[in-house]
């Protein structure tokens, strides 16, 4: 069972994020730092596909891919709903393969750290690099490296969202293991509770996701020979660089191909 399968709870459980902030750091990134003309942009593990659909509103070409076929048929009726012409379809972040070139990537909350093994990374950031313009960037946010060090979330990973008559609670780090000093990888068994008005569901997850240090990925970085890195962000507020101050609380790297 996976939370992955109930779009609908996944947006009602994540809704605590600022949606216009993400999108105006995105559209900033892309005016600073972006070399490439193309205003096409790419949502890699894009979920139910919110933040295309707000980059389309904004006036980007949008495109997105997921594992998850209830998401990516979620983030299709949302895009439509919303009136944005968006390219959706299924595929694996370690293989995928399209013909088109965007200007911008984009692989936010943690999807990058569904990428378990080296030869994932080296094989996704290829991928990434050969549908990007040159100048293009790739922007990825992931768990703050400070979860390796101290084995524990940056933040409460458990909380509870409301939206009209649907509570869902979510228990995130239930059970979460030590981290794997050799592997890096983490597991936990999230549980999500679901009041939606008569029905009652409990979702029993099981996760594995690495987490990973800030030198580990300027070396990824290096060895793709795709990219280099711009900027590192501790949260989407433009004025908080990835430090080790408690409102820095994730890792947010902006990537440029080269
Ligand atoms: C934490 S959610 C993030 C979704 C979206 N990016 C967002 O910001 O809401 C992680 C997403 O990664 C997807 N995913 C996990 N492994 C994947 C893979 N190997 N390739 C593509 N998508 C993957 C899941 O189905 C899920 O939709």
Known sequence: MTLYNYPEYYDIAFGYRDLDLECDFIEKQIAVHSRSNNFSLLDIACGTGSHLVEMGKRGFEVAGFDISPKMIEYARKKAELNGVDAHLWIDNMVSFRTSRKYGCAINLLTGFNYLLRNEDVESHLYRVGNVLEPGGLYIIEMNHPREFITNKPSTSNSWVELNE??????????????????????????????????????????????????QEILHFVKCSEHFELVNAFGSFRFDKPLDNTRDSWRMILVLRKK
């Open 165 to 214: 008559d649907i509570e869902v609670e979510v228990d995130w780090d239930n059970e979460r293991s030590e981290i794997n000093l050799l592997t890096h990888i983490v597991t936990t068994r999230p549980i999500i509770r679901i009041k939606d008005k008569k029905k009652q569901l409990t979702i029993k997850m099981e996760e594995k996701f690495r987490i990973y240090l800030y």
